[in-house]
């Protein structure tokens, strides 16, 4: 059967050739994406060598916690990291440089591709986020004697059909794995019914919530609160990781709040930066004075348009009330605990299907799911009228990520396990 999936996974990747060349979120890397890399582009020796994937940025941000404490753990290690996204490529590069030796774009799940970045990597570890069970990849690196962990694991309910068909097509990968580190029970029951050995199911939690610590107050605040033209004590809206046809139904909700809060400021964080221009032409559209942060505010703006990379955690520390995207349409939702454990109050759509463990963390602590924008603007005025319940949620939201906490340093220690000692010297792989 595995060699039906190797010759369907070819078939697939000609088929869908045209649209992932040109695709603003895979056009760029292609050489490394069919396995092939530039000469000191991956560093050599250290052990463990450590390769850790993840799709997107909001994957590499949930896998930064364990990069830090693999280091902790293992001076000479290698840590290497892929992504599939130019947007995770430019945040890994550029926010976790410093717990990191190389980033990469992930090979296409295609055999020839695959083996060739395992064999151009030589990593001791592969380390899976999430669903990314790529068949090729894992089959590359079981055959190379790495382990192979899949972490933060999850199988949605309503897909485990399609699982099945595809695992059955595969060969079952999931029994190449050498660990499973599931978010929750029901996923490790998921992952058990679907044919992975129950000896190497663990439950260890979500990684994403070690990432998420109250930063100290202050910190790193001032020059965007000046980029942005905000003076200390304005009250400030933050929509961020909002998505096409929700900007819309912000700025009606604004409008509204104006008219009893006419200093509220409104920051827009569109989930990718590229849609910035369309967000200031439909703020500007509808009437309001708009400023994009990459050009500076000098605080007549009423919109601001947060059009960066990297600042929107930062900027969540500016916030009177959060609103996170994604919610009120199909995407499933964005990241709720990342406003939460900055201490603001966090308010959602009713779509947070790709999210459910982060409600059940924040709801009736500090999160708030609302039905629709009408039931948005009801609950914001309100808050807005009553500081002091604004300030208890957000200290309410803060513990709550507090409490959840420590899944990496589960993670690692149950690695470390796994991995022993380093070797003396391994045939065909540079000395440590």
Request: with cysteine.
């Amino acid at each position: 059967m595995r060699l039906l999936y190797v010759v369907l996974s070819w078939v697939a990747f000609l088929l869908l050739a045209p649209v992932l060349l040109l695709h603003r979120k895979t056009r760029a890397g292609l050489l490394e994406r069919f396995g092939f890399y530039r000469p000191g582009s991956i560093p050599e020796g250290g052990w463990p060598r450590i390769w850790l994937h993840g799709a997107s940025a909001g994957d590499l941000q949930a896998l930064a916690p364990m990069m830090r404490r693999f280091r902790e753990r293992y001076p000479e290690c290698r840590i290497l990291v892929s992504t599939i996204t130019n947007t995770g490529f430019l945040m890994a590069r550029e926010r976790l440089r410093a717990d990191l030796d190389a980033v990469l774009y992930a090979p296409w799940d295609l055999w020839g591709a695959t083996r060739r970045a395992v064999r151009a990597l030589h990593p001791d570890l592969l380390v899976l986020e999430y669903t990314e069970l790529w068949p090729n990849l894992i089959h590359a690196a079981h055959a190379a004697d790495a382990r192979v962990v899949l972490t933060n694991g999850r199988f949605a309910p309503e897909r485990l059909g399609a699982y099945r068909v595809l695992l059955a097509l595969a060969g079952n990968p999931l029994r190449e794995l050498d660990l499973l580190l599931m978010r929750e029970d029901e996923e490790a029951e998921r992952a058990l019914s679907l044919g992975a050995p129950l000896e190497r199911v663990w439950v260890t939690g979500n990684t994403k919530f070690d990432g998420l610590g109250l930063a100290p107050a202050g910190v790193g605040e001032d020059g965007l609160r000046q980029a942005l033209g905000l003076l200390s004590g304005t009250r400030v809206l933050i929509a961020g990781s909002t998505h096409e046809g929700e900007e819309e139904l912000l700025l009606s909700v604004y409008r509204r709040l104006l008219a009893a809060h006419p200093e509220l400021k409104l920051v827009l964080a569109p989930r990718y930066i590229d849609r910035s221009g369309r967000v200031v032409a439909l703020a500007e559209a509808a009437g309001f004075r708009v400023a994009r942060r990459s050009e500076g505010a000098d605080g007549a703006a009423q919109v601001l348009v947060l059009d960066t990379i990297g600042e929107l955690a930062q900027a969540y520390r500016l916030a009177t009330l959060v609103f996170v995207g994604g919610s009120f349409t199909s995407r499933g939702g964005q990241n709720i605990l990342e406003p939460a454990a900055q201490g603001k109050p966090v308010l959602f759509g009713p779509n947070m299907g790709n999210f459910s463990d982060s409600v059940q963390v924040l709801l009736g602590r500090g999160g708030i799911q609302v039905a629709d924008a009408e039931h948005l603007q009801t609950l914001m005025a309100d808050l807005l009228a009553r500081p002091e319940t604004c300030a208890q949620l957000g200290e309410l939201a803060a513990q709550a990520v507090r409490q959840v906490s420590g899944a990496s340093q589960r993670n690692v220690d149950l690695v470390a396990r796994m991995l022993g000692q380093p070797p003396r010297r391994l045939p065909g792989r540079p000395a440590p």
